[in-house]
Nanobody, 123 residues
Framework: QVQLVESGGGSVQAGGSLRLSCVAS????????MGWFRQAPGKEREGVAA??????TSYADYVKGRFTLSRVNANTLYLQIHNLKPEDTAMYYC??????????????????WGQGTQVIVSS
């Protein structure tokens, strides 16, 4: 069983930055992938960015250039967000899983989820 703990969310003004952190209870990167998803009220949970055990990354088109993943060690993942927009307001979730049949941004690849950290962006 993998436990994931997110932190770093908060309320910021548009144009601001945040760094979200995710710490896993085990070294998930050795064999699997880790990713960030977000869910706004009334919307589906969507993939934002993910990184696989070989270091390959995938970003949703709408975050490219503003969101950057960095892997500190085998169980810690950061998501740096710049130029935040009101539409980025959502609960952000860290997830750990395994690619293969599903792509890295497909939530079905991830059996393990954190509790989420809230990001609120005001205009």
């Amino acid at each position: 069983q993998v436990q994931l703990v997110e932190s770093g969310g908060g309320s910021v003004q548009a144009g601001g930055s945040l760094r979200l952190s995710c710490v896993a209870s085990v070294a998930t990167f050795r064999t699997g992938c880790m990713g960030w998803f977000r869910q706004a009220p009334g919307k589906e949970r969507e993939g934002v960015a993910a990184i696989d055990s070989d270091g390959s990354t995938s970003y949703a088109d709408y975050v490219k250039g503003r969101f950057t993943l960095s892997r500190v060690n085998a169980n810690t993942l950061y998501l740096q967000i710049h130029n935040l927009k009101p539409e980025d307001t959502a609960m952000y979730y860290c997830a750990a899983g395994f690619t293969g049949y599903y792509s890295m941004l497909d939530r079905r690849a991830y059996p393990y989820w954190g509790q989420g950290t809230q990001v609120i962006v005001s205009s």
